[in-house]
C-alpha cells in the first residue's frame, strides 16, 4: 500500500494518531509498515467503540433443539439422507485454523501441536482422521477448505506437505488467509508491537466465507457443487466432520444452518448457548449469560438455555452467500496484546502481564442468527467435544488426551 493510500484509509477510520506515529518511524520501518497494511480490514475499526465494549442484544428466549433421545430411532434415515449428499459432492469441510492459540502458549500454528504421549499425534492429524472416517464410509472424498491467517499460512501449508495430507488427497485440501485487523488501544487508536510492526491479530472466525470468496476459493466450491459446508474449528480433537447423520437431519429440516450442541456441563460453563433472540436463532456468548438466563427453567422445570454450541455448523451455502454482504457484528476482545514502549530511551517490545488492549473479532456464530434458521443437533459430548484451549486444567491438552483415550484412542 502506498503511503498517501495508508494515510487516507487512516483518516477515514479516524486514526490520525497513528500518522505521527508512521512520520516517527525510519524509513526501512516505514516500509514494512506499508507491507503489512495491505493485509489489514480497515473496516472492522468502522463501527467499534472502545467505550461501549457490549454489543446491544435483543430478547433472548429458549430454542428447541433435536435431543439424541428425538432422533434416535431416526438416525440411520438421516444417515442416509447424508451419505448421499456427500456422494453428491454436496457437502465440504472448512477447517477455521487462523487463530493465534495465545493461551495455550504455542508459537505455532495450533494444529501442528503434538499430543502424543508414545507417538506423535499432531492435532491436524486428528482432523483428518475425523474427516476420512466418513470419506471411508461415503467412498468419496471431501474438499477441505483451511483458512490460516498471515501469521501461520506458511508453516500450515508446508506442515501439511511435509506428512503427506497425513494420507488424504492433497488435491482435495484447498488453503487461504483471513485478513487481519488492527488491535486498540484503550482509547481505541491503532499502536505499535514494535518499531516496525502494527498490533495486529487475524480478524476473529466469522469472516471465513468473505475471506474464501477474496481467495477466489469460493468459485471453485460453487463449481464443484457444493451446498452445505461444515464448518469446524481446528482444537476439538473429536470433532466429527461432515458427519452424514447431522448433515441428513439439518438437510431434512430445511433448515439455513445446523449447530451441533452438547448439554452444557453447568449453567456458567464457557461455551455460547443457543437460543432464540428477537425470534431467531442465535447464540448467546458465556460472558453474556445473565444469572438470570443461567436460572431459567422450561416448563418441565429442564434448563431453559442447557444447550451450548461446541463451533461446528453446518451452513447452506445459498444462505450464506445472502448474507455474507451485511455486516458481521465486530467484537472487542480484551486480551494481552505486546507493544512498543521506549525503555531508557531504547525501543522495546513489551508483552504484558494483564490484558492492555482490544483484538477486533467478527465469530461464525454470529452467521446462525443472521442466516435465520436453524437446527440445534444434539450430541454426545464425550465422544464429540475434547477442545484444546489451555495448556492444562479445562479444555486442555489434559483434558482433551483423557477424552481421547476413553474413546479408545491410543495416545
Ligand atoms: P478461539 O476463539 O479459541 O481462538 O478459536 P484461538 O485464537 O484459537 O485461541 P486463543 O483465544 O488465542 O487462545 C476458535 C476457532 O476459531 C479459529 C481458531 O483457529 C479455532 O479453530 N479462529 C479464531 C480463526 O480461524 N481465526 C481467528 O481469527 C480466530
Redesign the pocket.
Known amino acids: 500500500m502506498t503511503k498517501n493510500v495508508f494515510f487516507e484509509q487512516l483518516e477515514k477510520y479516524g486514526q490520525q494518531k497513528f500518522i505521527g506515529t508512521f512520520e516517527g518511524l525510519a524509513a526501512e520501518a516505514q516500509a514494512k509498515i506499508l507491507e503489512q497494511a495491505d493485509l489489514l480490514d480497515f473496516n472492522m475499526i468502522a463501527d467499534v467503540d472502545v467505550k461501549q465494549q457490549e454489543l446491544p442484544r435483543g430478547v433472548i428466549e429458549p430454542i428447541k433443539t433435536l435431543t439424541i433421545e428425538e432422533y434416535k430411532d431416526k438416525a440411520e434415515h438421516y444417515r442416509k439422507i447424508g451419505l448421499d449428499a456427500i456422494r453428491a459432492g454436496k457437502i465440504g469441510a472448512l477447517l477455521?485454523?487462523?487463530?493465534?492459540?495465545?493461551?495455550?502458549g504455542y508459537d505455532h500454528a495450533?494444529g501442528m501441536y503434538d499430543i502424543g504421549i508414545t507417538k506423535p499425534v499432531f492435532i491436524f492429524q486428528r482432523t483428518i482422521e475425523n474427516i476420512m472416517d466418513v470419506t471411508k464410509e461415503a467412498g468419496c472424498c471431501i474438499h477441505l477448505y483451511v483458512?490460516t491467517?498471515h501469521l501461520n499460512d506458511t508453516e500450515t501449508r508446508e506442515f501439511f506437505k511435509e506428512h503427506n495430507y497425513f494420507g488424504y488427497d492433497g488435491n482435495y485440501v484447498h488453503f487461504y488467509m483471513?485478513d487481519m485487523a488492527p488491535c486498540l488501544d484503550r482509547e481505541g487508536n491503532m499502536f505499535l508491537a514494535a518499531e516496525d510492526a502494527i498490533a495486529m491479530?487475524?480478524?476473529?472466525?466469522g469472516g471465513?466465507y468473505s475471506s474464501l470468496v477474496n481467495s477466489g476459493l469460493g468459485k471453485q466450491m460453487h463449481e464443484a457443487g457444493i451446498e452445505y459446508i461444515n464448518v469446524f474449528?481446528?482444537?476439538n480433537v473429536l470433532q466429527r466432520i461432515a458427519d452424514p447423520v447431522f448433515a441428513g437431519a439439518t438437510i431434512e429440516s430445511g433448515c439455513a444452518t445446523g449447530a451441533k450442541v452438547v448439554a452444557k456441563a453447568a449453567p456458567d460453563e464457557r461455551v455460547g448457548a443457543i437460543c432464540l433472540e428477537d425470534g431467531t436463532p442465535s447464540v448467546v456468548e458465556y460472558y453474556d449469560m445473565t444469572p438470570e438466563l443461567m436460572a431459567a427453567k422450561l416448563e418441565d422445570g429442564t434448563p431453559a438455555y442447557n444447550f451450548g454450541v461446541i463451533?461446528n455448523y453446518l451452513f447452506r451455502v445459498k444462505d450464506i452467500d445472502e448474507v455474507v454482504s451485511s455486516k458481521l457484528p465486530v467484537h472487542l476482545v480484551n486480551k494481552q496484546v505486546p507493544y512498543l514502549d521506549y525503555v531508557g530511551g531504547k525501543p522495546e517490545t513489551v508483552t504484558p502481564e494483564k490484558p492492555n488492549a482490544f483484538k477486533l473479532?467478527t465469530l461464525s456464530l454470529d452467521l446462525v442468527h443472521l442466516t435465520d434458521s436453524c437446527l440445534p443437533f444434539e450430541v454426545v459430548r464425550e465422544k464429540e467435544f475434547a477442545p484444546i484451549?489451555n495448556p492444562t486444567g479445562i479444555d486442555s491438552v489434559e483434558s482433551a488426551r483423557k477424552l481421547l483415550q476413553d474413546c479408545g484412542y491410543v495416545l
Open positions: 477455521l485454523a487462523g487463530g493465534m492459540g495465545t493461551r495455550l495450533k483458512m491467517s483471513q491479530s487475524p480478524n476473529g472466525n471465513f474449528a481446528v482444537d463451533l473479532e484451549k
